[in-house]
């Protein structure tokens, strides 16, 4: 198998190149999660997609080729709230593990899936690890009012195996979009996702009309799909496709009152998650809100 035939058409440039159809695009991205091409077919699909952009068909390609391989979470009782947390830390402290926690203190079953993509950040798995939440080994069912955290290797060990070559080639690639799109859970589910540039907005939000999904879509804090504590970003919600606006960014420059944890460390992050929690301080007036509209877009599912 070789998919030279697909890189002709995605890689004569930003304007000679022309978008695959969503059949090609499963194709091509099936053989590339099976490992069936050469490592050189691989980057040369990496970068022309990142030349040229993915479109919302050919990522409908892209996630129906992963959907055909996937390892997914066995439904439960109530659908599950998805939240796929890969940029970590940087920063800011990484409170992704936080809004988890908050909907699961609401008694929605909530899986949060990622892998590390670079080595200088702190990531929402060593977060949850010094909460004591383990990772999964096995696929299972989540309960309601549980955080489950699934390496993508679990889900996937295709979809990992993409995720690293940005480590050889120091540039994104389509899995790093896939991913924050995709719902690994049998049945419906809640997808939380975010985005880091204005364009990513319009592609994402075309992406999840075109699979007719259940998300709510924000400006991520460092690329994490958790309100910024301290200003509060828009936030659109998406019923099988249908999006509607839930919250207007607010206006201003970021305050800078908020107590936060002074480093970004796994450890300060869990402990000031715990004090939230117990009530001890305050949840962050974005991330509340945030919560009562993930609540309020899973009553209607």
């Known amino acids: 198998m070789s998919i030279s035939q697909y890189i002709k058409v995605i890689g004569r440039g930003k304007d000679g190149a022309r978008p695959l159809t969503r059949e090609q695009a499963a194709d091509m991205f099936g053989q590339v999660l099976d490992g069936s091409v050469t490592d050189l077919e691989i980057g040369g699909f990496c970068l022309a ?20 391989r996937l390892n997914f979470i066995p439904a439960g009782d109530k659908p599950v709230v998805v939240i796929p947390s890969y940029n970590g830390a940087r920063k800011l402290p990484v409170l ?96 939380v996702s975010s ?13 999840f009309e075109l699979m007719q999904s259940n998300a709510l879509l924000l400006r991520g804090t460092e690329g994490e799909p958790v309100a910024d504590p301290r200003r509060m970003p828009r936030m659109d919600g998406f019923l099988k496709g249908v999006c509607s606006t839930l919250q207007e960014a607010q206006p201003g420059s970021v305050a800078t009152l ?43 599912l």
């Open 195 to 207: 985005y880091t540039h204005p364009e990513y907005a319009v592609s994402m939000a075309a992406t």
């Open 49 to 68: 997609m990142r030349i040229k952009g993915e479109t919302e068909t050919e990522m409908g390609g892209f996630l129906d080729a992963t959907y055909q």
């Open 96 to 191: 992704t593990p936080l809004l988890a926690l908050l909907l699961a203190r609401e008694g929605l079953p909530v899986l949060v899936h990622g892998t590390a993509t670079e080595s200088s950040r702190v990531y929402t798995s060593k977060v949850l690890e010094a909460l004591d939440l383990k990772a999964l080994t096995a696929s299972r069912k989540i309960a309601n009012g549980q955080v489950a955290f699934a390496p993508t290797a679990l889900l996937s060990p295709g979809l990992q195996r993409l995720l690293d070559v940005r480590r050889a080639v120091g540039l994104r690639n389509p899995a790093h979009s896939l991913v924050k799109l995709m719902n690994p859970c049998e049945g419906e589910s809640l997808i």
């Open 258 to 300: 908020l107590e936060l944890p002074p480093g970004t460390d796994a450890e300060s992050t869990a402990r000031y998650t715990r004090e939230v929690l117990a009530g001890l301080s305050p949840v962050p007036e974005p991330i509340a809100q945030q919560v009562a509209h993930l609540l309020h877009l899973h009553s209607q």
